[in-house]
């Protein structure tokens, strides 16, 4: 037995002798002398056993053929194409492929993609040998050989459908069920062919976070015919991967449909108190303020628009540009909101200020979801806005939101918050938080809608004493503590 042959036989390769023996000679060649047939061998087999990958992670770029055993996660539709010169169209499939360590998508040609529709099925354990390559996604594979395994197990749960945090880079006929949180508006594109494209988004929520929804072409029109709060089912979605984060995409073969289901979302919102410059962050809060919306000439001619709010949490509040259509979002004073991806900006008069662009969702709850950050994760949630007032979003202050709690309690209804009788005499101490006609003051516990002549601004200090009637109190005296001092 030959050295060549005797070093072939300790190798676990699907290479060919005949193949395994010509590139050995090949490198005896190409090294001019410098090595004999026993150290070729020796180098082949090396560069043979580096293409044995541990897993999918493994795999790069550039790699010799590699081979692998991996589960079906999800098989695509075989297309045909023309072949440069040959009268026989030319036959594809992408199917995904997963193991322990990643994912990966694998193009099977000609036989192998008619063998694979016919006989395929997501689930299947195969084993793979083929050259790695940059694609879309990515690192995919083009498969030389395609085995299936019996005897071999993968450890990867395939999925009927997903939630948000099982989504990863490359996944295709993802089925996902969350809530609306947010829609945008359809956007045109020109494509380098000439034709023009359409494109809209969705920002969807489950139990396990949030997702950008981008929906394309016939599909985009869904933006605007779905409700915020709805909760759907996105249908054969793909996960593409932009600035960093995950989006499910939407095609012609996809479809997002209404279901008669309660999605919880929870968001994880980072309290305004801690927010620092430069991060993007999701925060949550009371509605303390509302400014209109404003328009603005850009730089390239077109018209922009903004509108400003100042929500506040349980550590503290901050002003929140809404750029672009996140302007047009129906949020109003006391609302309860919920703003994703706002990036914490320098603002006016050296405070930090959090910006709402494209990226970001405008989501008005009915309520602060249990835990949220800036409230008592001990409370069951506040009350809808007329009952409370915008203290039922700051969590600070006292757990009584009002006279009314203190003095069932045997305590006395005096400390500067009064209840809504109609037509009684009140003292009420507050924050202005609106200034104008009417004015209205926050105590961190609860709101109070008031009429007053005296020139007040935002942040001022005042006591307001007059005669309370459904919830509004028409101010005979008004005292200044801090402020303008007008």
Known sequence: MGVIREVYDDLDTDVEFEKFEAAVNDKVEQMGGLADEETAAMLIAHELRDEEVNGIADIEPGMEDVKFLAKVVSIGEVRTFERDGEDEDGRVVNIEVADETGRIRV???????????????????????????????????????????????????????YRVEDLALGLSDVNLEGKILDTGTVRTFDRDDGTEGRVSNLSVGDPTGRVRVTLWDERADLAEELETGQSVEVVDGYVRERDGSLELHVGSRGAVEVIDEDIEYVP????????????TVDIAGG????????????????????????????????????????????????????????????????????????????????????GAAGTDAGDSGPTPPSDQGLGAFSGGGSSESSGDASAA??????????????????????????????????????????????DLGLGDEVTVSGTETDGRISAETVEVHTGAQR
């Open 287 to 370: 509605v303390i303020e509302a400014d209109g919306k404003r328009t603005f000439d850009r730089d390239d001619g077109s018209e922009g628009q903004v509108r400003n709010i100042r929500v506040k949490d349980g550590t503290g509040d901050i002003r929140v540009a809404l750029w672009g259509e996140k302007a047009d979002a129906d949020v109003d004073l006391a609302d309860y909101v919920v703003i994703t991806d706002v990036e914490i900006k320098d603002g006016w008069q050296e405070d930090l200020e959090a910006s709402a662009g494209w990226r970001s969702s405008v989501t008005v709850m009915d309520e602060a979801p249990e």
């Open 107 to 161: 193009s099977l040609w000609d036989e192998m993609a008619a063998g694979a529709k016919e006989n395929l099925e997501v689930g299947t354990v195969l084993r793979i040998g083929g050259r790695p390559k940059d694609g879309y996604n990515g690192v995919e594979v083009s498969a030389s050989k395609v085995e299936e395994d019996l005897d071999a197990e993968v450890d990867v749960q395939v999925l009927d459908t």
């Open 409 to 454: 309690n045997g305590g006395s209804s005096s400390d500067a918050t009064a209840t809504e009788s109609a037509g009684e005499s009140v003292e009420f101490t507050g924050t202005v938080v609106q200034a104008g006609t009417p004015v209205i003051l926050d105590d961190g516990t609860q709101t109070k809608t008031v009429d007053t002549e005296a």
């Open 268 to 279: 994880e919102t980072t309290d305004i108190g801690t927010l620092e410059l430069g991060q």
